[in-house]
């Protein structure tokens, strides 16, 4: 798969003309419609700490999480990678330039943590960033990218997610933020690609000129020929507002998603305090519907039985899952509330009814107005398991912070 896809894309880079041999897009060129190394063919599920435990994390941390990923039954769900985030390692490296888990935290080391979670059947992911240090000031990977790929490769990695702080801009004078990130991220991606690992890569550089829309449409334009996602945003916090930003930031970006290659809002707040049980299942239906890597952010073994139904889903994880790997777009706005809907792999839609405002909204959306053509229409409710029947109009009473997750299809 991984060979055939490259060789299709250097076909491509070839009748095409455009100087993208060697892995890279030039900028300009259209995103791939397949991933670009065959790997995360629908959006990562899993785990990293950052969000609730920063640099809180020791070894204990990751063994407790892969236990209680398979005995809550979510790892069966799909929630496979286990990812380490910053503060895993020494601040500086060894005298042969290798990084150095930090001992204290990582007894056994990173070689053993990898089996551990690979004898559990679950993935293993790690932090680095592409520049001088990462954004804890620990060694970044510029000027040893082979040899840390090697390392990543050789203690099992399956997930490399690749932070941008600290720029090697000052390398590349006369280059812009876009075009330096490009060179760097390639190179790593094609180390990636030749270290006998299946890695999947998650990219940062788009959450690092969020806000500049010039600047974020040019790294958008290569992004998805060298990564697997790329975050889009400012770093979640438990708190609806926001959830509520990173949603905004994300959601008018699918035209960038595709099998392999998704935007990544970032991590899920479900089960952390902070948000109401509402607000944690709109943030979940709303990842779900813009096909957002699902990774949980909290401590699993202490989660509500309320909160552990939210993750356990499984139809909403099927929208998020979905093969066909289309991010949902907003289609109409109702007031307060946003009309999502994206169309699934059997030729059903998922259809979102999200209401931002304060207050208990009533709202009625005709199926024409979420592309469906006049018919008859059976509607599941994902979270209440309802099913009713139309011919014309959704409706829908959705508390405040809350939203309505249908999955629409035909009625025979
Ligand atoms: C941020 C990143 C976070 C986390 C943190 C670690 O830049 O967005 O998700 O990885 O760095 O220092």
């Known amino acids: 798969m991984r060979t055939l896809t490259r060789v299709i894309l250097m076909l491509a880079c070839f009748l095409s003309g455009l100087a993208m041999c060697g892995g890279a897009y030039a900028a300009g060129a259209p995103l791939p419609a397949h991933s670009y190394n065959g790997l995360a063919l629908t959006p990562p599920m899993g785990f990293n700490n950052w969000a609730h435990y920063e640099c809180k994390l020791n070894e204990q941390l990751f063994v ?8 809550t039954g979510l790892a069966k769900l799909g ?8 503060c895993w390692m020494e601040m500086q490296r060894d005298a042969a330039g290798e990084l150095v888990p930090n001992p204290k935290l990582f007894p056994h080391g990173m070689r053993w943590l990898g089996d551990y979670l690979h004898s559990k059947g679950l993935k293993f992911g790690i932090y680095e960033d592409a520049g001088y240090m990462t954004c804890q000031k620990a060694p970044g990977m510029y000027g040893h990218i082979e040899q840390d790929v090697r390392t990543f490769a050789s203690w099992g990695v399956d997930y490399l997610k690749l932070d941008y702080c600290y720029a090697p801009q000052d390398q590349y004078p006369g280059k812009n933020f876009s075009q330096v990130a490009q060179i760097v991220y390639t190179r790593v991606s094609e180390a990636l690609h030749h270290s006998g690992r299946d890695i999947v890569f998650s990219c940062s550089p788009p959450a690092y000129v969020f806000g500049k829309p010039g600047e974020f449409a040019e790294v958008m334009r290569w992004i998805g020929s060298v990564c697997n996602l790329w975050r889009t945003d400012d770093d979640i916090y438990a708190a609806w507002k926001s959830v509520v930003a990173n949603y905004a930031g994300n959601v008018g970006l699918a035209k960038y998603a595709f099998p ?3 935007n990544d809002a970032d991590m899920l707040e479900v089960g952390n305090p902070g948000m109401s049980l509402t607000e944690q299942q709109s943030q979940f239906s709303l990842w779900a519907m813009m096909a957002s890597p699902l990774l949980i ?23 998020d ?14 007031g307060q509330v946003d009309i999502l809907s994206r169309p699934l792999a059997d ?6 009814l ?15 107005a979420i592309g469906l053509r006049p018919g008859r229409y059976q509607l599941e409710n994902l979270w209440s398991k309802q099913v009713s029947e139309t011919r014309a109009m959704i409706s829908v009473e959705i508390p405040a912070h809350g939203v309505g997750l249908y999955r629409v299809s035909a009625a025979h």
């Open 354 to 368: 999200f209401n931002k405002g304060e207050r208990p909204e009533k709202i009625s959306v005709n199926i024409m």
């Open 64 to 71: 407790d999480t892969a236990n209680t990923l398979v005995s």
């Open 79 to 86: 929630y496979r990678y286990v990812n380490i985030d910053d």
């Open 321 to 334: 899952q979905d093969p066909l790997g289309r991010q949902a777009s907003i289609v109409k706005q109702i």
């Open 260 to 262: 392999g290659g998704w």
């Open 297 to 319: 952010s909290t401590d699993v073994a202490k989660l509500s039985p309320a909160a552990l139904k939210i993750l356990s889903n499984a139809d909403v994880i099927a929208v």
């Open 347 to 352: 030729g059903d839609h998922a259809v979102a």
